[in-house]
T-cell receptor, first 115, second 116 residues
Framework: NAGVTQTPKFQVLKTGQSMTLQCAQDMNHNSMYWYRQDPGMGLRLIYYSASEGTTDKGEVPNGYNVSRLNKREFSLRLESAAPSQTSVYFC??????????????FGPGTRLTVT | QKEVEQNSGPLSVPEGAIASLNCTYSDRGSQSFFWYRQYSGKSPELIMFIYSNGDKEDGRFTAQLNKASQYVSLLIRDSQPSDSATYLCAVNIFDRFSGGYNKLIFGAGTRLAVHP
């Protein structure tokens, strides 16, 4: 199993350009997430999808859109990139349940620079 | 006040010593607590979770939870240079405004350096 995969690994954009970050998981998980990680800020939730067909905003959704294409795939789109969106983006997935073992599995990350 | 707080470090310990990492949280309704390890340039990986007051041991790692004081800690015994990483504390938050969805809130992480 590949686990959680993300493409691309690195990307440089100019201000105003758009792009889509792709994420796929092969663990048959119901829930998927997009985070961004900035120095000293930890991981901040952008959007999540608790199950196929649903998406919800996290802590920092402004400037982003998402699509849960199917159970495996969850994409993140930047419509008009801004330098403040320079960050490392992680996709994660989990087998959503109410129990305590709420482990999230992370992809390798996408390092995005907006100039 | 941040929902999950950690000392950013770096916490420097000699090889073989016990490293103690601490985390406090603000939501008294939190039920589950997680420690993730993140090596530089890599993605986070889960090393421990705990949901009952007291201690939970797994090999060289011990997680400690005190819900009354709203803190959770991670002890690493016999620290090795390979333990040098950033340790992220995560707390589950029950989001009643989103259909009862549980989400994780992460602290900013503590950087641990184990020197030979």
């Amino acid at each position: 199993n590949a686990g959680v995969t993300q493409t691309p690994k690195f990307q440089v954009l100019k201000t105003g350009q758009s792009m889509t970050l792709q994420c796929a998981q092969d663990m048959n998980h119901n829930s998927m997430y997009w985070y961004r990680q900035d120095p000293g800020m930890g991981l901040r939730l952008i959007y999540y999808s608790a199950s196929e067909g649903t998406t919800d905003k996290g802590e920092v959704p402004n400037g982003y859109n998402v699509s849960r294409l199917n159970k495996r795939e969850f994409s993140l789109r930047l419509e008009s990139a801004a330098p403040s969106q320079t960050s490392v983006y992680f996709c994660a997935s989990s087998d959503f349940r109410a129990a305590a073992t709420y482990e999230q599995y992370f992809g390798p990350g996408t390092r995005l620079t907006v100039t | 006040q941040k929902e999950v707080e950690q000392n950013s470090g770096p916490l420097s310990v000699p090889e073989g010593a016990i490293a103690s990492l601490n985390c406090t949280y603000s939501d008294r309704g939190s039920q589950s607590f997680f420690w993730y390890r993140q090596y530089s340039g890599k993605s986070p990986e889960l090393i421990m979770f705990i949901y009952s007051n007291g201690d939970k041991e797994d090999g060289r790692f011990t997680a400690q939870l005190n819900k009354a004081s709203q803190y959770v800690s991670l002890l690493i015994r016999d620290s090795q240079p390979s333990d040098s990483a950033t340790y992220l504390c995560a707390v589950n938050i029950f989001d009643r405004f989103s259909g009862g969805y549980n989400k994780l809130i992460f602290g900013a992480g503590t950087r641990l350096a184990v020197h030979p």
